[in-house]
């Protein structure tokens, strides 16, 4: 059911924010950072960046980083303004609009927001296909000259949603990995096939981050090596 009362939406944000938090407590975070200075935690960044990760693993970057001069995107669609409501009360500022529905002014305003402040971005929603980065991302950090910083996330333990995108919640206690990777710069005022080039190298830098996330998860053992990842990763897809 989706809500669309303003007052019951607003109940709901304010509930699920005491919850996430309260949640979210009970997992110990475990970062690694395998290329530049860009922890977002207490406005340790020496710049400002655009951060991605699957929308998948949105609790995470939620419970950790949120502060007000980071902008996420949230889409237009019926529960986004639930999503919205919850987003800010966690400390974040948001941004209207996906690739969809409000996708020019969106851009617009994520490039007026760039100048000040850090962006986070879900390539893959708000709807999918799940791990497939799309070009908003790419064409933001074209225009604004920040570069991306692809984040990669796992939980030792962790319930999946039967959405699209098999939404991750941890287990009470679990143990939270997130690594980045070094950052990703994109050319100034490119299109066309350069576009899709760093749209690519962009979704190949998530899904390798996830990957060392992952293994880290699972085996307790950080593998720093991106190329012995990239090639699991081919090899699924072969």
């Not at 944000?13 to 407590?25: C, D, F, K």
């Not at 997992?27 to 960044?45: E, N, Q």
């Amino acid at each position: 059911m989706k809500l669309r009362n303003p007052w019951l939406i607003s109940t709901a944000a304010w509930l699920g924010t005491w919850v996430l938090r309260g949640w979210m407590s009970s997992v110990r975070p475990r970062m690694r950072m395998l290329g530049v200075d860009c922890d977002p935690r207490g406005g340790r960044a020496k710049q400002r960046f655009i951060y991605t990760f699957w929308h998948e693993h949105l609790l995470m970057p939620a419970a950790l980083f949120a502060r007000s001069d980071i902008h996420v995107l949230i889409s237009r669609h019926a529960d986004g303004q639930l999503i919205a409501e919850l987003v800010e009360r966690m400390g974040f500022r948001t941004v209207r609009g996906s690739t969809t529905r409000g996708g020019t002014e969106a851009m617009l305003n994520m490039l007026e927001v760039s100048k000040t402040g850090h962006l986070g971005i879900t390539p893959d929603g708000p709807r999918g296909p799940r791990r497939k980065a799309q070009l908003g991302a790419v064409f933001v950090a074209s225009r604004s000259g920040l570069p991306i910083i692809p984040l990669g996330i796992a939980y030792s333990h962790a319930w999946r949603a039967r959405s699209w995108d098999r939404f991750a919640v941890p287990k009470w206690g679990a143990r939270g990995y997130l690594v980045t990777l070094d950052p990703i710069f994109v050319p100034p005022a490119i299109d066309g096939a350069a576009l899709e080039h760093y749209r690519q190298r962009h979704e190949l830098a998530l899904h390798t981050a996830t990957a060392i996330a992952e293994h880290w998860a699972t085996t307790g053992v950080l593998d720093a090596s991106p190329a012995y990842h990239q090639g699991l990763i081919r090899a699924k897809a072969a």
